[in-house]
């Protein structure tokens, strides 16, 4: 790609002339933001691990870097990035995976003068963490499914007597998606367990709830839906919201199509209870399960870009160029 020459850093260090780090430049969330800050006028770097990238193609990519992979290489990664971040002067990093968002808040010394777009870790996991998160939504009197945690295996085994056979089908749901063990991540997969046969097995099977924390919650049947926000340090900024048209897999998982809708003024007041009790900072995702009966449950909340982002840019609410502009308070 061809080499564009960085402007002098000596101009304003506002939004417009910020320089910017998008990592996971395969992610169609990374291509979003680096489209957006492009096009506000920041000078965008874009890496990922392969040769080229989604995001690293774009014109808005001023220049595409290749680094180690987060997940398989962290600490690899980590000395990469703070000397890819002296190199290149970064004042902002935007990691758009959980991985990547949260091995740098768990080293953010790293980055110098860099600085991410995000809340706290603590912040960060108290919506992340799905137990966590649950318990918030108890104290905030959001509606959620009802939820039993576990330690490990053994524990739930110690307690089977409380999951009687019309308790099924069942949700089993690890309290975070990817889990940090200091030397690499350990990724997770929520499960439907149709009887306690299936439940059995996977607790036999899955490493990941053999020996760590896990969630046992009742099935809402029904479809998806989702609040996405910006916060600027405790208080909203604004946001938006989508109907899920189709999903892969289709019984609930990420959106292949959706189209922006009116805010659910009941959907909106959960997903700012949750966030102003959190104290939020940055971007958000709440999903909910909206039951046959219209009453939403709370799911989880992604604290970091989503996937279908460009939707909400193209709808007129560019969450990237706002939250670079919060974070350099415009």
């Known amino acids: 790609m061809m080499q564009v020459p960085f402007p002098s850093q000596a101009q304003p260090a506002g939004a417009a ?69 002296a ?22 010394p790293l980055l110098g003068g860099a600085r991410l777009p995000f809340a706290a870790l603590s912040q960060v996991m108290s919506l992340a963490d799905k137990w966590e998160l649950m318990q918030l939504a108890a104290r905030v009197g959001v509606p959620h499914p009802r939820s039993r945690h576990y330690a490990n295996a053994t524990a739930l ?25 200091g030397d690499g991540w350990l990724d997770t997969t929520v499960h439907v367990a149709q009887s306690a046969s299936q439940l059995a097995q996977l607790l036999e099977e899955k490493r990941y709830l053999r020996e760590y924390p896990f969630m046992v919650q009742e ?10 926000a910006l916060y600027d340090h405790g208080k909203p900024v604004t946001f ?29 007041a959960a997903a700012a209870a949750l ?3 959190a104290d939020w900072h940055g971007v ?30 193209d709808a007129g609410i560019d969450f990237p160029s706002l939250l670079l502009r919060v974070c350099c308070g415009e």
């Open 219 to 228: 099935f809402i049947a029904g479809h998806g839906a989702g609040v996405f």
């Open 275 to 277: 966030l102003d009790a």
């Open 17 to 85: 002339h910020s320089r910017v780090l998008v990592l996971d430049a395969n992610q169609r969330s990374a291509l979003a933001v680096t489209r957006s800050l492009g096009r506000s006028g920041a000078l965008v770097i874009t890496a990922d691990t392969t040769p080229a990238a989604l995001a690293g193609s774009s014109r808005y990519s001023k220049r595409y870097l290749r680094c180690p992979s987060p997940g398989r290489q962290p600490r690899e990664f980590l000395q990469w990035l703070s000397a890819a971040v």
């Open 157 to 181: 085994r110690e307690d089977w007597a409380q999951l009687p056979p019309e308790a099924f089908p069942l949700v089993v749901k690890p309290t975070q998606s990817r889990r940090w063990l």
């Open 284 to 313: 958000a995702m709440v999903e909910f399960r909206i039951a046959p009966d219209g009453k939403p449950y709370l799911m989880e909340v992604n604290t970091r870009f989503w996937g279908s982002l460009q939707l909400a840019i």
């Open 87 to 108: 190199e290149h002067r970064i004042d902002w990093v935007f990691p758009v995976t959980e991985i990547s968002s949260q091995l740098i808040l768990l080293e953010s």
């Open 240 to 268: 938006f919201a989508h109907q899920r048209l189709r999903e892969k897999p289709p019984r609930g998982g990420v959106s292949v199509l959706s189209r922006s809708v009116r805010l659910e003024p009941q959907l909106q």
